[in-house]
């Protein structure tokens, strides 16, 4: 079974911070999603992480996978209060007809 | 491109109604839908996946009997949540492939409370 685990699970910082978001999967994946969430609403995909080493950044955030650690990153650089929300990472595999494994999700805070 | 849209966003109704959610892929063919269930402060919980013109898959512990999913055009599925009680009460999202292997489209989810 396909078990995907963040860390943390609660994040408060401040303004102008650099922090990490860890996503670890037990199994091999074809895809590795991160979305972020704002309360009340959907998922808004961030991220499509398709092979080992794949980088990609969009603004403040930037998203990295090693497929051999079977882990993936999200990295907050200077963070604003605008990116307070939930994000989580999901994994897929093609065999399973792109059914998707979420992780718990981080509740980011980002405090002025 | 890629537009999912979940209909209606907020339903409050009495306990024992039967409630229909409609999922909507807009500019593409979704042969394959996905339904969640998310309750507050917890990561997203696969229900069920349908396939155009097949009977909808479910996980295991969902009640197929209850959560009745139609998948019946290449642009629509819909769930029905029969007799709801308010533990029932949650966010029920959908989301939309194209195929077996492509990535899925969120809806913007659909917020149930039963009284």
């Known amino acids: 079974e396909l078990k995907v685990e963040q860390n943390p699970l609660f994040l408060s910082m401040q303004e102008g911070k650099n922090y990490t978001i860890y996503c670890n999967y037990s199994?091999?994946?074809?895809?590795l999603y991160w979305y972020r969430q704002d309360p009340g609403k959907s998922l808004e995909s961030l991220f499509v992480?398709?092979?080992?080493?794949a980088v990609k950044q969009e603004g403040r955030l930037m998203a990295s996978l090693d497929t051999k650690a079977r882990l993936s990153t999200l990295h907050i650089t200077a963070a604003v209060h605008d990116l307070s929300a939930t994000y989580f990472c999901?994994?897929?595999?093609?065999?399973?007809?792109?059914?998707?494994?979420f992780g718990e999700g981080t509740q980011l805070t980002v405090n002025p | 491109g890629a537009v999912v849209s979940q209909h209606p966003s907020r339903v409050i109704c009495k306990s024992g109604t039967s409630v229909k959610i409609e999922c909507r892929s807009l500019?593409?063919?979704?042969?394959?839908m996905f339904w969640y269930r998310q309750f507050p402060k917890q990561s997203l919980m696969l229900m069920a996946t349908?396939?155009?013109?097949?009977?909808?898959?479910?996980e295991q512990g969902v009640e197929k009997d209850k959560f009745l999913i139609n998948h019946a055009s290449l642009t629509l599925s819909t769930l029905t949540v029969t007799s709801a009680h308010p533990e029932d009460s949650s966010f029920y999202i959908c989301?939309?492939?194209?195929?077996?292997?492509?990535?899925?489209?969120f809806g913007d989810g659909t917020r149930l409370s039963i009284l």
């Open positions: 999901a994994v897929d595999k093609e065999t399973s007809g792109s059914r998707l494994t």
């Open positions: 992480l398709l092979s080992n080493g």
């Open positions: 500019d593409f063919q979704a042969t394959t």
């Open positions: 989301s939309a492939s194209q195929s077996g292997n492509q990535p899925q489209h």
């Open positions: 349908s396939n155009e013109g097949s009977k909808a898959t479910y």
């Open positions: 199994t091999t994946s074809d895809r």
